[in-house]
């Protein structure tokens, strides 16, 4: 079979495009379609591997391996690394079975010039028919993504915006109707944030009452099951809840929120202040 590089390329950069889209809508990463794209056409350059000399399997699982670390580090980094690797393993899970369909798809179906060589695929086949198997596969990770997911009911996700004298941060946030934290003195709403994804719009040591902006900080009280306490706010010179301006207090916190889906809690009734509406289970607020 003639094997042309430009055909070869655009098909794994489409097929990876794919399983990328599908390991984000499993573990509910944000993903923007400029690292998509990045990511797709690194994926692109991998499939030229199908113009190698056939490689042997010990040397072809690492690879494959080391090349979904670095597809899901251009698409999702930075993550944390227990959340990386869930999208490494998802990604290469995702791989080995659409390869295993198309392979059963030459195998019984009257479809020819299908070829997996060096972890890479290439297709000599109409559009049409690569237009089917697509919509198959996707069809099997969206009944096994259906199926196998944990339920969640009534979860909203939305794109949380903080800016603080000058800086600015995007972080996803989750809306969580029992979050009900407000700061003492005026009853604004607060939400709450990992400190580590907030980065360096927060001054150093920011919660010691010995800091030099101790004076613009608040001490927001807490109750949850087992434990009270108090979280280091401040109010940001501006905040958006997937474009949508809000009036908040900022709480934040040294625990870590989720394995990395979620690195802020937002409560309902900021997203009330701001009459928000138009909420949709595991979706951006529009």
């Known amino acids: 079979m003639t094997v042309y590089a430009d055909l070869l390329f655009i098909v794994n950069l489409y097929i990876d495009a794919l399983l990328l889209s599908a390991v984000r809508r499993f573990l509910r990463l944000p993903l923007t379609g400029k690292r998509l794209l990045l990511a797709s056409v690194l994926g692109g350059v991998f499939g030229l591997s199908a113009l190698l000399p056939a490689l042997p399997g010990v040397v072809l699982f690492p690879l494959a391996l080391l090349e979904s670390l670095a597809l899901c580090a251009a698409a999702f980094a930075p993550k944390p690394m227990t959340q990386l690797l869930k999208a490494v393993f998802l990604l290469f899970l995702f791989g080995a079975a659409l390869s295993g369909l198309l392979t ?15 972890g890479a695929v290439y297709f000599n086949i109409s559009a049409l028919t690569l237009i089917l198997l697509t919509c198959v596969s996707y069809g099997m990770l969206y009944g096994f993504d259906r199926l196998f997911r944990k339920k969640e009911p009534d979860v909203f996700f939305a794109k949380l915006t903080i800016t603080r004298q000058g800086k600015t941060v995007t972080l996803p946030a989750k809306i969580d109707t029992g979050l009900t934290l407000t700061e003492p003195f005026s009853g604004t709403p607060a939400i ?95």
Not at 104 to 118: M, Q
């Open 104 to 118: 059963a798809a030459a195998y019984f179906l009257p479809i020819h010039g299908i070829l997996l060589a060096n």
């Open 192 to 286: 709450v944030a990992d400190r580590r994804a907030l980065g360096d719009i927060l001054p150093p040591n920011f919660g010691m009452q010995s800091t030099e902006n101790a004076v613009s900080m608040r001490l927001i009280p807490f109750s949850s099951l087992g434990a009270d306490g108090v979280l280091p706010a401040f109010r940001p010179d501006a905040a958006s809840l997937s474009g949508i301006s809000i009036e908040c207090w900022v709480a934040v916190t040294d625990r870590t929120l989720s394995a990395g889906s979620f690195q802020a809690l937002v409560g309902a009734a900021v997203c009330d202040a701001a009459q928000i509406q138009g909420l949709k289970p595991g979706k951006d607020i529009p």
